[in-house]
């Protein structure tokens, strides 16, 4: 699954456009690799993704291509959410 389509289906991003805007200014990386929009999501990967201060970094469980709204969070576990200091 593209990166910026499952950032939306997962509520982490609420438009795709806007996930793609963020991959774009290099703020995502898989596995630790700055990664595009287009990038390609699986299971297992490791997310890290910055919110203005904020670093969180994800672990990708299911890529499903629809869910409802209350089970988005069952796509990925929460491993560290961290404030950076710049």
Excluded: P
Aim: no cysteine.
């Amino acid at each position: 699954m593209r990166l910026d389509k499952f950032l939306k289906i997962s509520r982490l991003i609420k438009r795709r456009t806007l996930a793609k805007e963020v991959a774009e200014q290099g703020r995502i990386m898989i596995n630790g690799n700055k990664a595009k929009a287009s990038a390609h999501v699986q299971e297992g990967d490791e997310l890290t993704i910055q919110f203005g201060q904020k670093l969180v970094t994800i672990q990708v469980n299911q890529t499903k291509e629809h869910i409802q709204k209350g089970e988005a969070t069952s796509l990925y576990t929460v491993l560290k959410e961290e404030r950076r200091e710049e």
